[in-house]
């Protein structure tokens, strides 16, 4: 019998996609460069059949692309050829949101969206927030060890989450749905596979950590006039503004493309950066707290949103989708230490524009958290290809000891450049993890490792 088959035989036929019966969602992420059609998609409804069809595929040797919303942007879950795919798109659900412990145990394929809105129905906070939001299931957000626009407050996916269930390569299903704030008892199994990129289990189900809700949050947009004055601001605003929910730094290259394209105006100059802050803290300290920066010379204008749109034009403009249709737009997401990153962009981009005089090269992003995104467009002289860009962003990084993904994962697309973030006594611990869990290397091949 063919693995198809069995596949079949053991899950039913509603299970299994194959031929016309899936379209181009299952070839790539939103990195766009998956390109491989898979074989067929398998689509377990619980635990029991994932763990049936891992079972299956490592007895038969055949090789697994696991597959969540498809929002990665590293090319984690893209097939390659010969792949079949495992989605979890049918396993979905909350299963229940427990208030006396604040936790919430959800299945894999749930969308994060669904995972905050029940939350919140319950007076809960969910911290993990993203703008793929609507897309992403929290199986890929603890896959891929998400970030988002909360870190700085809360920490990423791995700190949100107490219990993890998760399918090994040959089928075996390891329970661990703790829901106790403390538990020590031996090693931690579950960070493991959080931030593993589906190459050590499938994450089936978890068990989250919730928060009281933050309370009404006001947002902010400062200008300013050098990198120094950003970071000296993130210290101010982290010690006078009690909770701050968000730093998000925009160089003036990305602020402006971006706030031309959708026609929002916001100062009535230019500036070298712009910093979207948010916060709880009540109106006075929030106008005490700039007026204090406008004062010292720390920030050279400022604005608070007084309504909920004009914060969404404000986050908009952070968003950058205009930015998007710049012709071959590459997009980084690198980190290095705080203090560092202004230095990190004036030399990476000079090295940039060296190579290619026109170029666009921008930069933004969660720089509270010490993470920066580049955007780099241009075109490409014969012999030349993106992996030039890639060579001068990631060697001019190295020579800050940052570090080649903050948030996004490895996947396929940053495994050639892993040894510039990782000593080779790393990388062989990590091959080591791999071999044992994994031995004949079926989960998600040719990624991370
Ligand atoms: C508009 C937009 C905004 C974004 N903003 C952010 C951001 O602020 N911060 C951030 O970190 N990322 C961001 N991303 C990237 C992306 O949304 C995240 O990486 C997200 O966590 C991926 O989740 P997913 O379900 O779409 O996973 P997928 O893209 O389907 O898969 C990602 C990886 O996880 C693996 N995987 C998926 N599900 C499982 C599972 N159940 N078990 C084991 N492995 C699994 C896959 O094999 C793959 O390696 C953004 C993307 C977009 C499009």
């Known amino acids: ?239 006078g503004l009690v909770t701050l929910l968000a730093f998000e730094a925009m160089w003036a290259d990305y602020f402006n493309f971006n706030a031309n394209a959708l026609k929002l105006g916001f100062f009535a100059e230019s500036h070298p950066f712009n910093v979207i802050l948010e916060s709880t803290a009540n109106a006075d300290t929030i106008e005490s707290f700039l007026g204090q920066c406008l004062d010292e010379g720390l920030i050279a204008d400022a604005l608070i949103a007084r309504s909920q749109t004009q914060a969404r034009e404000i986050w908009s403009v952070r968003e950058g989708y205009p930015i998007e249709n710049l012709p071959n737009l590459l997009n980084f997401d690198v980190s290095l230490p705080i203090g560092l990153i202004g230095e990190y962009a004036e030399v990476c981009t000079t090295a940039l524009r060296a190579r290619w005089p026109e170029a666009h090269v921008s930069f933004y992003g969660h720089v509270g958290d010490s993470n920066v995104h580049i955007c780099v467009s241009t075109f490409f002289g014969a012999g030349e290809s993106i992996h030039d860009v890639d060579d001068i962003v990631y060697s001019v990084l190295g020579s800050y000891g940052g570090s080649i993904s903050a948030e996004h994962g490895i996947g396929a697309l940053k495994r050639p450049y892993l040894h510039l973030s990782r000593s080779a006594e790393e990388l062989a611990l990590m091959r080591s993890l791999k071999q044992a869990l994994d031995p004949r290397g079926i989960l998600n091949p040719g990624k991370v490792i």
């Open 1 to 239: 019998m063919t693995l198809v088959d069995r596949l079949r035989a053991a899950l039913g036929e509603g299970s299994l996609l194959e031929g016309s019966a899936f379209g181009p969602r299952h070839v790539s992420d939103m990195s766009g460069t998956g390109k491989a059609r898979p074989q067929f998609i398998v689509r377990p409804r619980n635990t029991s059949e994932v763990s049936t069809a891992l079972r299956l595929c490592n007895e038969y040797g055949a090789t697994v692309t696991v597959q969540g919303g498809m929002t990665g942007l590293a090319g984690g879950a893209n097939p390659q050829p010969g792949d079949l795919v495992l989605s979890l798109e049918l396993l979905r659900g909350v299963e229940n949101v427990d208030v006396a412990s604040a936790t919430m145990a959800v299945s894999a394929g749930t969308p994060l969206e669904t995972c905050q809105a029940a939350a919140a129905e319950k007076g809960l906070f969910l911290a993990l927030d993203l703008g793929s939001r609507g897309s992403c299931q929290i199986g890929g957000n603890l896959a891929t060890n998400a970030g988002g626009i909360r870190v700085i407050r809360y920490g990423m996916a791995r700190e949100q989450v107490l219990g993890l269930e998760v399918v090994l390569a040959d089928g075996t299903i390891i329970s661990s749905m703790n829901r106790m704030l403390k538990n020590n008892a031996g090693y931690d199994l579950k960070q493991l596979f959080i931030g593993s990129e589906g190459t050590l289990g499938v994450i089936t189900r978890a068990v989250l950590r919730l928060h009281p809700p933050p309370g009404p949050i006001t947002t902010m947009l400062c200008a300013v006039s050098s990198y120094a004055k950003v970071v000296t601001l993130l210290r101010h605003a982290q010690e």
